[in-house]
């Protein structure tokens, strides 16, 4: 069977994908294309809260366990901005593009000993019937001056790793699935999976 994601963005189906189905021997399924799904308001103000909103709500309708990755960029200098609101950090429906000229505006003039930020993801498990169960992973680096790199989605452009002296999208997606904030959610996910259920 498949193990359902209550995402619609495609870039987390593809790496839950590569990180889980193989450790599973399943797929992982997005909501893309799902009938039934309603409009999911991510109005909580953690990860936690919108993670665990994302995949109750997807499991209560389809009845069955269902997961949801709630995840963004918090920036030191912006005192944890823009945290959960990365996807709109740049107003209502901004694209990446968007979002990473924003960043790059509210870190002008910032010198690059104070452009510390982290990844975070949050993946919340919800099975009906039981309590849910959330896990973080987080990534730290430092926020670029320009973008650079094809790689990854979002803000890996401008997500510089000082030891790799390259940004995430450059670094490209055999070094995401290792090291990234969704690799390192995606180990304890496991953990619990395994433990806990017969996945
Ligand atoms: P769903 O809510 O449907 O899952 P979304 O894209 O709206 O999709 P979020 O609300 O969790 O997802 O927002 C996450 C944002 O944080 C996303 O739009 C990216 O800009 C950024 N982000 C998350 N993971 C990232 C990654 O691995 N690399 C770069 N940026 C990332």
Do not use: W
Request: hydrophobic share 40%.
């Amino acid at each position: 069977t498949d193990l359902v994601i209550a995402t619609r963005n495609d870039h987390k189906v593809a790496e839950l994908d590569t990180l889980l189905s193989g450790e599973l021997g399943l797929r992982v399924l997005g909501l893309k294309g799902m009938e039934g799904i309603p409009e999911i308001v991510e109005d909580r103000d953690t990860f936690e809260g919108n993670a665990v909103k994302k995949a109750e709500t997807v499991a209560g309708v389809l009845n069955r366990p269902v997961v949801a990755d709630d995840s963004g960029l918090a920036v030191d200098a912006l005192n944890g901005d823009p945290g959960v609101y990365s996807a709109r950090f740049a107003g209502p429906g901004a694209t990446d593009a968007q979002n990473n000229a924003k960043l790059l505006q509210a870190l002008q003039g910032v010198p690059e000993s104070r452009r510390n930020a982290s990844f975070i993801c949050v993946i919340a498990l919800a099975v009906p019937g039981e309590e849910t169960r959330v896990v973080r992973g987080e990534c730290t680096g430092r926020i670029a001056v320009s973008p650079r790199g094809e790689h990854g989605f979002g803000y890996d452009p401008l997500f510089f790793l000082p030891d790799r002296g390259v940004t995430m999208a450059e670094a490209g997606p055999e070094v995401k699935r290792r090291i990234s904030h969704r690799a390192r959610a995606s180990v304890k996910l496991l953990q619990l999976l395994r433990e806990r259920y017969d996945f």
